[in-house]
């Protein structure tokens, strides 16, 4: 075996709780392991445990044995064990401690000794493993987020590890990179026989890669299977780790659970409950082109989540009605020809004409660098724009990505008013110290600090801008959130979120604009523009081949539970 | 301030295509002209040169930030040695007597010897800007690795945890912009957010060091005196029995040699820049035709020799640049 825990219970420094408790598993060299959990539930703790910095680098009380290719990680500290394990955390930017990237590719067989040529040799295949030859020579900090988090993954497997372990890398990333690096991770298990063991919230997009899943809760093993039986565990004891497909086949009173998109359309259609051709044309398409928008409130009833489809198209039939009468309604939000062009450098933003009608949300979606914080930053009055003009009806309130910069006292009071506090369900928190906060708590308090109170400065905003609020985040987290935006677009603010993640823009937005290198390609309902597509679509929406505009589980259980629409649409 | 303009950036030209052994070679010999030549014609061709060399680079807009800067040192220079200076002999004003310093008199060769110094210091600064951003720090400290691994590498790292911990203080300082209220009112305030940027760097600092230590900088020294003894003591090829190598495991200590990166065209055109410069800052001192006195009385040699070496000088620098062949790497 190549990774053995037997009987570890772990607490950390000065905690009460153990963060590990009783674990015990064993993983065959090979093996595709996802670890699934909810935040806060030991995923993270477990990778530590296995290359060795836990106990050795964070301290700490430690029971048990782990074992890694053989050395007990008791005896051999993370220098040594980082020869045989690799590891990628989340944040690619404290992983990249070089300036170059040949130097950063180098640094791990350098310091163990490895001769010149060993070295070389080293860098140049791992760089042409990971399609990173060209970045070679390129400095570290010029790199975009998806070239980084590559990097750093190159970095741990330059020594040619027998294991990898992962702590949710493609949380930072865009669909497109994420796919492509849960791939690579698959193809480095086929071809090399490496082992790979990944934390990762978004099950569904690695679970059809994966041979086993462990499960988590309170750091004990709850569940240790292969996907499928995972799924058949989930729905019965722990529903926010169902992925989309499966609570789409639960809720429709379907069985076995699909592992895949692809496993779920053959299901459907050997039970005869998909159409044989999908015709994706018959489909109202979005509007392409930078098209401003406004929303009648009367399309925007929130609460109508799982509305049926008729209810569905009538919404996106309303929401293109007033593509056009972009000056007859009063917006929150104008930008008009908005240009960011950086001196000495390419332009960011290109002629972004963009409205936000109060009670409206949007998601803005687009790849990594397409533009979408420095859009939301134009949105917010941080940045001014080089041309064109952004028009504010009042306060733009802007949630920045990490909600961990905003905490700068030490009670949970000092940082927001009651008021605000209480809006986001802090009120009983007051006297906390931020830092212990858990990652959905420290998100609610950055919203309430950026929101205020309505008696503050500025008073309450008119437009709630967040960017990539949901990095880290577990389904039930991104779930409350989205309730939240959903309660406050209900209340008439305007809502605009920059996210990656398609099931949570379906969760939250009305209406969905897709960026590309600085320009507004497509603009239209999220009905439309979140369910014809391979990356910027939901789940569901891929099972259902876009049926009907279905994009949540829910609504997509509704037209297979009426298997008519399903005909009628196609 | 932004950071990230005071740090290497990889752009095409034919100074980031030499080895960056041979970049500070010829950072090294611009240097050393600046301290050897002290006639202003020479040294104005020397500044002027290292900025057209920086235009080359692609670094000018930040070369000009670097002489606004040596402007407003250059200035207190000058003027502290006019105060301080009791030498020369053309007098201009008379303060009258300070005290303990004596007589006030402010002399002309007072201020062009400030003058001078002033613009050694631009060109200090200006050819120090020039290779931080024009020579790859991490290659150059590769070279100083073999000598002593630990601290090439924790220079290394230093060079890069700066912009780093740059973008870190701006992130927490645009997060407190979108703040209703500013949060940094009062000292109390102002101390919170000083205890969360240097919070925030230790944090940053903490997540390094784990990636240090799984990187393998803890047994880095043991295991390189390790192959470091293999090479000294053990046949050719005889990691094969060093402990861990065992069956299945690439050997990466044998007797494979790493073919050296060969010479280029750029390699070769700095080094003879460099030897240039040096001694055309040695021939202008010695012969005289760059000759400067400023006590008593100013004397500076100019002839046609001078603008005869202002011009090699500037060509010296310069003509590296001309060749534009495999610059992108």
């Known amino acids: ?570 | 301030m932004n950071t990230r303009l005071l740090f290497y950036r990889r752009l095409a030209s034919p100074l980031r295509a030499t080895r960056a052994g041979v970049g500070a070679i010829w950072a090294l010999a611009l240097t050393a002209a600046a301290l050897i030549l002290y006639n202003p014609l020479p040294l104005a061709a020397l500044a002027l040169a290292v900025l057209c060399a920086g235009a080359c680079v692609g670094v000018g807009r930040q070369l000009a930030g670097t002489l606004r800067t040596a402007l407003i040192v250059g200035l207190p220079i000058v003027a502290i040695n006019v105060l301080a200076s009791r030498e020369g002999l053309t007098v201009f004003a008379r303060l009258g007597n300070l005290g303990p310093f004596g007589e006030g008199d402010l002399t002309v060769e007072a201020v062009v010897y400030g003058a001078v110094i002033a613009l050694k210091v631009t060109l200090l600064m200006l050819i120090t800007t020039l290779a931080s951003l024009a020579v790859d720090p991490d290659e150059l400290l590769r070279g100083f690795r073999r000598l002593s691994f630990r601290s090439a590498l924790t220079a290394s790292l230093a060079t890069r945890m700066i912009p780093v911990l740059g973008a870190d203080a701006g992130r927490l300082a645009e997060a407190q912009r979108t703040r209703p209220e500013d949060p940094a009112r009062g000292v109390r305030g102002r101390v919170a957010l000083l205890s969360a940027i240097v919070g925030g760097s230790l944090e940053r600092a903490m997540e390094v060091a784990a990636t240090l230590e799984l990187r393998g900088f803890a047994v880095a020294a043991e295991e390189r005196s390790r192959s470091g003894r293999l090479r000294l003591w053990g046949p050719r090829g005889s990691g094969t029995r060093l402990p861990g190598l065992r069956a299945g495991r690439p050997n990466t200590r044998g007797s494979a040699r790493r073919v050296g990166r060969p010479w280029s065209r750029h390699d070769l055109a700095f080094l003879c820049s460099a030897l240039a410069l040096l001694a055309l800052a040695l021939a202008g001192r010695l012969s005289g035709a760059a000759s400067f006195e400023a006590y008593p009385l100013v004397k500076m040699q100019i002839d046609a020799g001078t603008f005869a070496l202002c011009a090699a000088i500037a060509a010296a620098v310069l003509l590296p640049f001309a060749d534009r062949r495999g610059i992108d790497r």
């Not at chain 1, 000065?14 to 935040?39: K, N, R, W």
């Not at chain 1, 019965?236 to 076995?256: C, I, M, S, V």
């Not at chain 1, 240009?339 to 990594?368: C, F, K, Q, Y």
């Not at chain 1, 308090?445 to 008073?459: F, N, S, Y």
């Open chain 1, 1 to 570: 075996m190549i990774l053995c825990f037997d009987h570890v219970t772990y607490h950390y420094p000065d905690a009460e709780t153990p963060a590990l408790d009783d674990v015990s598993f064993e993983l065959e060299a090979g093996e595709f392991c996802l670890l699934a959990g909810l935040s806060g539930h030991g995923k993270t703790t477990l990778l530590h445990a296995a290359c060795g910095l836990v106990p050795h680098f964070h301290g700490g009380t430690f029971a048990g044995t782990v074992s890694l290719a053989g050395l007990d990680t008791r005896e051999h500290g993370p220098a040594h064990l980082g020869g045989r394990a690799g590891v990628l955390f989340q944040d690619p930017e404290t992983q990249l401690v070089m300036s170059s990237v040949r130097a950063e590719l180098a640094l791990g067989l350098e310091s163990r000794g490895h001769s010149a040529a060993a070295v070389a040799r080293g860098v140049e295949e791992v760089a042409l493993a990971l399609g990173i030859d060209a970045l070679l020579d390129r400095s570290t900090h010029e790199l975009s987020g998806g070239e980084k988090q590559r990097v750093a993954l190159g970095a741990a497997l330059a020594g040619r590890p027998k294991v990898v372990l992962l702590d949710e890398p493609t949380s930072q990333l865009d669909p497109v990179a994420g796919d492509e690096l849960i791939g690579l991770l698959r193809r480095l298990n086929e071809e090399w026989e490496t082992t790979i063991v990944l934390a990762e919230h978004r099950l569904e997009r690695c679970l059809g890669a994966a041979d086993r899943v462990i499960s988590l809760e309170a750091g004990r093993v709850s569940h240790d299977g292969d996907p499928k039986s995972f799924l058949k565990w989930a729905a019965q004891h722990e529903p926010d780790l169902q992925t989309p497909g499966a609570k789409l086949f639960a809720l429709a009173g379907l069985n076995p659970a699909p592992v895949g998109v692809k496993q779920a359309r053959a299901t459907l259609r050997a039970r005869e409950m998909l159409p044989e051709e999908d015709d994706l044309g018959a489909y109202p398409a979005a509007r392409v082109g930078p098209t401003p928008s406004d929303v009648p409130n009367a399309l925007s009833s929130a609460s109508e989540v799982a509305a049926g489809q008729d209810r569905r198209s009538e919404r996106a039939r309303g929401l293109r009605s007033v593509l056009g009468r972009r000056d007859s309604i009063p917006s929150a939000l104008r930008m008009k020809g908005v240009w960011h062009e950086l001196r000495d450098g390419p332009a960011i933003l290109r002629g972004v004409d963009l409205t936000l009608a109060p009670g409206e949300s949007i998601a803005l979606m687009g790849r990594n660098g397409a533009g979408k914080s420095t859009l939301l930053r134009h949105a917010a009055g941080l940045m001014e724009p080089t041309r064109g003009r952004v028009e504010r009806a009042g306060r733009v309130a802007l949630l920045l990505q990490n909600p961990g910069d905003y905490l700068i006292h030490e009670r949970v009071a000092e940082e927001a008013p009651s008021e605000a506090l209480a809006a986001v369900g802090l009120a009983g928190m007051a006297e906390r110290n931020p830092k212990d906060l858990s990652g959905g708590e420290r998100q609610r308090l950055a919203l309430a600090i950026v929101t205020g109170g309505a008696g503050g400065a500025g008073g309450a905003p008119i437009v709630l801008a967040l960017d990539e609020p949901t990095r880290g985040m577990d389904r039930g987290a991104k779930a409350e959130l989205a309730k939240d935006l959903r309660r406050r677009a209900e209340q008439g603010q305007a809502v605009i979120v920059a996210t990656h993640d398609p099931e949570f823009a379906a969760a939250c937005a009305r209406r969905a604009v897709l960026l590309a290198d600085g320009r507004v390609i497509a603009d239209g309902p999220a009905t439309e523009l979140l369910a014809g597509g391979w990356y910027f679509a939901t789940e569901t929406a891929r099972i259902l081949g876009g049926a009907g505009g279905a994009l949540l589980p829910e609504e997509g259980a509704e037209l297979l539970q009426a298997p008519a629409a399903l005909e009628v649409v196609a």
